[in-house]
């Protein structure tokens, strides 16, 4: 890896969009591998691990929030992609405008920074601890030496390095993970073997995915089940997790046009929710072997006991090979967007807005070695953390994630409404998560009911915040929706483009010419709105993503009903993208050639200029395209 | 410790960064528009 990163020094260099976007040229297939490849890290397999001794198959669902990328893929990554913007704080100010926009930009941007950095720690140590496991290594040296030759060929080759090397480690990873689930199963007697073996322990329900232990009670209620689809489902409508989406907003603007955005975010959750079906299977093999682990920080540890101890001893090398690869694979991107989110938004922005592409990049470089550094230190301090914990903190966001969906899909949604979501969430955070149980006002609430209660104490302070502020400029609001076409709520913005002549009205323009049931030759003005074909690969998507998933662990545990989940997945997908591909294709056609004046447009706000050049401390620049 | 109050505790360590960069913003906005008005007088 570090020698290929000779190879794309040269292009990193170049720019700003090379070294943290690969010049927007990338096909589907190196964003999916990069998606995957990110969200496999050293940790990955030791929660997937946990949730499943613990729970069973159901506890699959738990991982299932990656799913959000089965709606992403086909409505916020194409709006995002449109939007052009860096980051999901530069879109702050696409989508909103002003100070409120500024603020946001700067409030996200430190998030993210410190995110990278708290991901590299955990992530680090997570190494540390395998290195440790594996070779009896002192846990700094997994902690540090892996990441220092990560950074290597981050710095010199900037995101062409990173994506070119996850597409390699992922093609390493998948071998690994099809080995030793294979190697894990056949040693607890084959995939009869398991069946039987949890089937003779009396504990049938680990091998069903939807075994509840009621609506509201147990250790899995169905309400907490559908408070997950809920949150990754419709969550996918919107722009942001707290720390999912930012991972892919890179990897959706670093594609080369809006269709191959969509595929990349589409076959990076999908390929990882099947990998997650692969390892349960592999993990109940574990559960049969080593029955009644109680410790479970122990249980988390299964799936690599099935390598290290399973393996040959040639091939626990290939297995220590691929688990680097995995870590190398995360390590690199987050220290790239940590990077990208500092020098962009942060130091371009409010300190140096006439920096040079040359000196840019540079910073970029000098970040992403501070960033490495100051991650060896974090993660020192929180040797006790596990995925379990980030997966809390996902959910304590809760107060913003109908805030992240209604950015995206209602028009008078501002930026103050989002600012104080955000800033509320903290504190509804503390006193609903610990003040009030501590003290006994409210007992210790589910999971499931703990984000419903965050996400309704939020509405109580954005939504009075926004409807008692003004809302964002007409003029501002007409471009973006010109410039992304969202979803939802927009009728008074779309209303005015049409007044203004920007816009075609569809009503008078229509033909009386009935309209196939799938339509599948568009205009690119056609293809630019919402229609039926949108909405049926909307519905599909995660039920294929769901059936994959189930279905890759009932196949691995020689089921019949893996099969027919599998055939039923692929057929549906292939109905899917047969409905959906020539709309992209058209959307794509149109937009790719608008997108560099949208660039020049974005790079001039970044230097605080208006569209004529001249100086403005905020550009309202009134849309001149029809 | 307990996870949920850990958990608080590391979030609130991220908001301080987000303040820090919600700190930045505003001193960059407010120089960029003294800048300008002291272009314009």
């Given at each position: 890896?570090?020698?290929?990163?000779?190879?794309?020094?040269?292009?990193?260099?170049?720019s700003?969009?090379?070294?943290?976007?690969?010049?927007?040229?990338?096909?589907?297939?190196?964003?999916?591998?990069?998606?995957?490849?990110?969200?496999?890290?050293?940790?990955?397999?030791?929660?997937?691990?946990?949730?499943v001794?613990?729970?069973?198959?159901?506890?699959?669902?738990?991982?299932?929030?990656?799913?959000?990328?089965s709606?992403?893929?086909?409505v916020?990554?194409?709006?995002?992609?449109?939007?052009?913007?860096?980051?999901?704080?530069?879109?702050?100010?696409?989508?909103?405008?002003?100070?409120?926009?500024?603020?946001?930009?700067?409030?996200?941007?430190?998030?993210?920074?410190?995110?990278?950095?708290?991901?590299?720690?955990w992530v680090?140590i997570?190494?540390?601890?395998v290195g440790?496991?594996?070779?009896?290594?002192p846990?700094?040296?997994?902690?540090?030496?892996?990441?220092v030759?990560?950074?290597?060929?981050?710095?010199?080759?900037?995101?062409?390095?990173?994506?070119?090397?996850?597409?390699?480690?992922?093609?390493?990873?998948?071998?690994?993970?099809?080995?030793?689930?294979?190697?894990?199963?056949?040693?607890?007697?084959?995939?009869?073997g398991?069946?039987?073996?949890?089937?003779?322990?009396?504990?049938?329900?680990?091998?069903?995915?939807?075994?509840?232990?009621?609506?509201?009670?147990?250790?899995?209620?169905?309400?907490?089940?559908?408070?997950?689809?809920?949150?990754?489902?419709?969550?996918?409508?919107?722009?942001?997790?707290?720390?999912?989406?930012?991972?892919?907003?890179?990897?959706?603007?670093?594609a080369?046009?809006?269709?191959?955005?969509?595929?990349?975010?589409?076959?990076g959750?999908a390929?990882?929710?099947?990998?997650n079906?692969?390892?349960?299977?592999?993990?109940?093999?574990?559960?049969?072997?080593?029955?009644?682990?109680?410790?479970?920080?122990?249980?988390?540890?299964?799936?690599?006991?099935?390598?290290?101890?399973?393996?040959?001893?040639?091939?626990?090398?290939?297995?220590?090979?691929?688990?680097?690869?995995?870590?190398l694979?995360?390590?690199?991107?987050?220290?790239n967007?940590?990077?990208?989110?500092?020098?962009?938004?942060?130091?371009?922005?409010?300190?140096?807005?006439?920096?040079?592409?040359?000196?840019?990049?540079?910073?970029?470089?000098?970040?992403?070695?501070?960033?490495?550094?100051?991650?060896?230190?974090?993660?020192?301090?929180?040797?006790?953390?596990t995925?379990?914990?980030?997966?809390?903190?996902?959910?304590?966001?809760?107060?913003?994630?109908?805030?992240?969906?209604l950015q995206?899909?209602?028009?008078?949604?501002?930026?103050?409404?989002y600012?104080?979501?955000?800033?509320a969430?903290?504190?509804?955070?503390w006193l609903?998560?610990?003040?009030?149980?501590?003290?006994?006002?409210?007992?210790v609430?589910p999971?499931?009911?703990?984000?419903?209660?965050?996400?309704?104490?939020?509405?109580?302070?954005?939504?009075?915040?926004?409807?008692l502020?003004?809302?964002?400029?007409?003029d501002?609001?007409?471009?973006?929706?010109?410039?992304?076409?969202?979803?939802?709520?927009?009728?008074?913005?779309?209303?005015?483009?049409?007044?203004?002549?920007?816009?075609?009205?569809?009503?008078?323009?229509?033909t009386?010419?009935?309209?196939?049931?799938?339509?599948?030759?568009?205009?690119?003005?056609?293809?630019?709105?919402?229609s039926?074909?949108?909405?049926?690969?909307?519905?599909?998507?995660?039920?294929i993503?769901?059936?994959?998933?189930?279905?890759?662990?009932n196949?691995?545990?020689g089921?019949?009903?893996?099969?027919?989940?599998l055939?039923?997945?692929?057929?549906?997908?292939l109905?899917?993208?047969?409905v959906?591909?020539?709309?992209?294709?058209?959307v794509?056609?149109?937009?790719?050639?608008?997108?560099?004046?949208?660039?020049?447009?974005?790079?001039?706000?970044m230097?605080?200029?208006?569209?004529?050049?001249t100086?403005?401390?905020?550009?309202?620049?009134?849309?001149?395209?029809? | 410790m307990?996870r949920?109050?850990?958990t608080?505790?590391?979030?609130?360590?991220?908001?301080?960064?987000?303040?820090?960069?919600?700190?930045?913003?505003?001193?960059?906005?407010?120089?960029?528009?003294?800048?300008?008005?002291?272009v314009?007088?």
């Amino acid at each position: 890896m570090v020698g290929g990163a000779a190879l794309f020094y040269r292009l990193a260099r170049r720019s700003e969009s090379d070294f943290f976007l690969a010049g927007r040229r990338l096909p589907w297939w190196l964003p999916a591998a990069s998606v995957f490849s990110t969200h496999t890290a050293t940790d990955t397999p030791m929660w997937v691990t946990g949730t499943v001794y613990a729970h069973g198959l159901r506890g699959l669902w738990y991982t299932f929030f990656a799913g959000w990328t089965s709606v992403a893929a086909f409505v916020s990554a194409r709006i995002y992609r449109r939007s052009v913007a860096f980051t999901q704080a530069e879109w702050q100010v696409v989508r909103f405008h002003g100070f409120g926009a500024e603020l946001l930009r700067g409030w996200m941007a430190g998030w993210q920074v410190f995110m990278n950095m708290f991901i590299l720690g955990w992530v680090g140590i997570a190494m540390g601890k395998v290195g440790n496991l594996a070779f009896g290594w002192p846990v700094w040296v997994g902690l540090v030496i892996p990441s220092v030759i990560t950074a290597l060929y981050t710095l010199a080759a900037g995101y062409w390095g990173v994506v070119m090397g996850d597409f390699l480690q992922g093609i390493v990873a998948i071998f690994a993970i099809l080995l030793v689930s294979i190697v894990g199963i056949m040693a607890a007697g084959g995939p009869s073997g398991v069946v039987d073996g949890v089937t003779a322990m009396g504990e049938t329900w680990r091998l069903d995915s939807m075994a509840f232990t009621g609506w509201l009670t147990g250790a899995f209620p169905a309400a907490w089940w559908l408070t997950m689809l809920v949150i990754a489902i419709v969550g996918g409508f919107g722009m942001g997790t707290s720390i999912d989406w930012y991972v892919e907003a890179q990897r959706i603007q670093s594609a080369k046009t809006v269709r191959d955005a969509s595929y990349g975010i589409w076959w990076g959750g999908a390929i990882t929710l099947l990998r997650n079906g692969i390892w349960a299977a592999s993990i109940l093999a574990f559960f049969v072997m080593a029955p009644g682990i109680t410790n479970g920080a122990e249980a988390e540890l299964g799936w690599f006991r099935l390598g290290f101890e399973l393996l040959p001893a040639g091939l626990v090398g290939v297995f220590f090979a691929a688990i680097l690869a995995i870590h190398l694979s995360t390590i690199s991107s987050h220290l790239n967007l940590g990077a990208l989110y500092f020098t962009r938004d942060l130091y371009q922005r409010y300190v140096r807005p006439d920096a040079s592409e040359r000196t840019l990049v540079w910073v970029g470089r000098l970040t992403t070695a501070v960033l490495l550094v100051g991650s060896f230190f974090y993660g020192l301090m929180m040797q006790e953390i596990t995925q379990w914990l980030i997966f809390a903190l996902w959910l304590m966001m809760a107060g913003i994630w109908l805030p992240n969906i209604l950015q995206v899909v209602w028009w008078r949604f501002n930026a103050w409404g989002y600012l104080a979501s955000w800033i509320a969430n903290l504190g509804i955070a503390w006193l609903v998560v610990w003040v009030l149980p501590e003290f006994g006002v409210i007992p210790v609430l589910p999971d499931y009911l703990q984000f419903w209660s965050l996400m309704a104490l939020g509405v109580v302070v954005f939504l009075p915040t926004t409807l008692l502020t003004e809302p964002e400029p007409m003029d501002h609001l007409v471009h973006f929706y010109l410039q992304t076409r969202p979803l939802g709520w927009w009728g008074p913005v779309r209303e005015e483009a049409v007044r203004r002549g920007l816009l075609v009205d569809e009503k008078r323009t229509a033909t009386s010419a009935p309209r196939p049931l799938i339509r599948r030759t568009w205009t690119p003005e056609e293809a630019d709105g919402w229609s039926r074909e949108d909405w049926i690969a909307i519905v599909l998507s995660p039920v294929i993503m769901g059936l994959g998933m189930v279905g890759a662990a009932n196949l691995f545990l020689g089921r019949a009903s893996g099969a027919w989940q599998l055939v039923l997945g692929t057929v549906l997908g292939l109905v899917m993208f047969w409905v959906i591909d020539p709309k992209l294709r058209a959307v794509s056609v149109d937009y790719e050639a608008q997108q560099a004046k949208y660039l020049e447009r974005l790079e001039k706000r970044m230097r605080w200029q208006g569209d004529d050049g001249t100086r403005v401390a905020s550009t309202v620049a009134a849309p001149e395209e029809t | 410790m307990e996870r949920g109050f850990v958990t608080l505790i590391g979030m609130s360590i991220a908001y301080l960064a987000s303040f820090i960069g919600l700190g930045l913003a505003w001193y960059g906005w407010n120089r960029r528009h003294r800048d300008d008005e002291e272009v314009g007088s």
